[in-house]
């Protein structure tokens, strides 16, 4: 994104959105472990968290020298072998966006069957694992069709297996991890490279995290660091996002979760 001297407010309130959208695990990254995990135990193969959870989280930017608040829930529900999630960012002024993910949890990971994003416009992802193919819809447009690759993730689900995958296995540090990911361009490989174990601050409090970078492919991407941390069932508990052009955005959890 451009850094404008003089933005008009119709132009400052879609950046806000844009940033802010992004970090809402849907448009500024994706990726996953894919390192070799251990191997599974117990009859939960997937994500070993509650089978209900809500994680809420404040979000503050800095978008072409003005100062952005926004609010957001990460919501988690499992129930005869299906998943739910859902993640909807309240942005004031501007709207919010809201992505959900629903499919099935296997003994090696989650498998997404449906996932959608919401903002002005919806778009709508089905996943055919039967014939490794996926449809993709906006609105009203014409649906497009494309090719699965085993172990895919969409862009909420990818979170869980993430934690998944940390809980199974014992982090090495700078391991390169890579998964394939499906967005709005079909499926594409994303990778993240393991950084440290950090105490990190966060209004629920000091929290041990690990943190992960996204692995830049060009010069101008974004820059995105992630903390997972254990107090949470290794979720985020904290994303920065930093453009090129200086914007920010910095999501950090709210409280921890009750009993």
Same mark, same amino acid.
């Given at each position: =994104?451009? @850094?404008?001297? /003089?933005l008009?407010?119709?132009?400052? @309130?879609? $950046?806000?959105?844009?940033?802010?959208?992004?970090? /809402?695990?849907?448009?500024? #990254?994706?990726?996953?472990?894919h390192?070799?995990?251990?191997?599974?135990?117990?009859?939960? +193969?997937?994500?070993?968290?509650?089978? %209900?959870?809500?994680l809420?989280?404040?979000?503050? *930017? $800095?978008?072409?020298?003005?100062?952005?608040?926004?609010?957001?829930?990460?919501? #988690?529900?499992? !129930?005869?072998?299906?998943?739910? *999630?859902? &993640?909807? =960012?309240?942005?004031?002024?501007? +709207?919010?966006?809201?992505?959900?993910?629903?499919? !099935?949890l296997?003994?090696d990971?989650?498998?997404?069957?449906?996932?959608?994003?919401?903002?002005?416009? @919806? %778009?709508?992802?089905?996943?055919? #694992?039967?014939?490794? !193919?996926?449809?993709?819809?906006?609105?009203?447009?014409?649906?497009?069709?494309g090719? &699965?690759? @085993?172990?895919?993730?969409?862009?909420?689900?990818?979170?869980?297996? &993430?934690?998944?995958?940390?809980? %199974?296995?014992?982090?090495?540090?700078?391991?390169?991890?890579?998964?394939?990911?499906? +967005?709005?361009?079909?499926v594409?490989?994303?990778?993240?490279?393991?950084? /440290?174990?950090?105490?990190?601050?966060?209004?629920?409090?000091?929290?041990?995290?690990?943190?992960?970078? $996204?692995?830049?492919?060009?010069?101008?991407?974004?820059?995105?660091?992630? #903390?997972?941390?254990?107090?949470?069932?290794?979720?985020?508990?904290?994303?920065?996002?930093?453009?090129?052009?200086?914007?920010w955005?910095?999501?950090?959890?709210?409280?921890?979760?009750?009993?």
């Open positions: =994104m451009q @850094t404008h001297p /003089a008009r407010p119709a132009g400052l @309130t879609t $950046r806000r959105q844009c940033l802010v959208a992004a970090l /809402a695990w849907g448009g500024a #990254w994706s990726g996953v472990a390192s070799n995990p251990a191997t599974p135990t117990g009859h939960r +193969g997937a994500f070993a968290g509650p089978d %209900r959870l809500a809420d989280y404040d979000v503050s *930017a $800095r978008i072409s020298g003005m100062p952005v608040r926004a609010s957001g829930q990460l919501q #988690w529900l499992m !129930r005869s072998g299906q998943y739910e *999630a859902s &993640l909807a =960012m309240r942005l004031p002024l501007v +709207g919010g966006r809201t992505q959900r993910s629903r499919g !099935r296997l003994p990971g989650l498998q997404p069957t449906e996932f959608s994003d919401q903002t002005r416009r @919806t %778009r709508r992802y089905e996943l055919d #694992w039967t014939a490794l !193919r996926y449809r993709h819809q906006r609105d009203s447009e014409a649906e497009r069709v090719p &699965l690759q @085993t172990g895919t993730q969409d862009r909420l689900s990818l979170f869980f297996e &993430l934690a998944r995958r940390l809980q %199974r296995q014992t982090p090495v540090l700078d391991a390169v991890w890579s998964v394939p990911v499906l +967005g709005p361009s079909g594409q490989p994303w990778t993240l490279r393991l950084r /440290a174990l950090e105490t990190i601050e966060t209004p629920a409090g000091p929290l041990s995290a690990w943190r992960l970078e $996204r692995h830049n492919a060009q010069p101008d991407d974004s820059r995105l660091s992630l #903390w997972l941390a254990e107090a949470v069932h290794y979720l985020p508990v904290r994303i920065l996002l930093q453009e090129p052009d200086g914007d955005a910095d999501q950090r959890l709210l409280r921890l979760p009750t009993a």
